[in-house]
């Protein structure tokens, strides 16, 4: 069973920096997509960044230019360097990824990571 297992987030005031990272492991399989999303009370889950195998990637337009993703294909992980963080950013984030396991393709969540940002 393929699990994502992340790391990081926690407490920092605003214009500080975070940095999640997310590891898949847990049978053989090959990575499509890998990215993180976040969800504030009260909110929708939505996409903050994801990165396709070929190293295209997608950004939320509030995030751009502030946060990068990053990935490690030969140990399965995914980072989310986080930057000039604003109050808004608050949220918990989750990283999630599209995997191919013996041609079928799967999505997975991780268990997710509050971020804290105090203005």
């Known amino acids: 069973q393929v699990q994502l297992v992340e790391s990081g987030g926690g407490l920092v005031q605003a214009g500080g920096s975070l940095r999640l990272s997310c590891a898949a492991s847990g049978g053989t399989f090959s990575i499509i997509a890998m990215g993180w999303y976040r969800q504030a009370p009260g909110k929708q889950r939505d996409l903050v960044a994801r990165?396709?195998?070929?190293?295209?990637?997608n950004y939320a337009d509030s995030v751009k230019g502030r946060f990068t993703i990053s990935r490690d294909n030969a140990k399965n992980t995914v980072s989310l360097q986080m930057n000039s963080l604003k109050p808004e950013d608050t949220a918990v984030y989750y990283c999630?990824?599209?995997?191919?396991?013996?041609?079928?393709?799967?999505?997975?969540w991780g268990q997710g990571t509050q971020v804290t940002v105090s203005s």
């Open positions: 999630h990824a599209n995997i191919d396991i013996t041609g079928y393709e799967y999505a997975y």
């Open positions: 990165m396709i195998s070929g190293g295209s990637t």
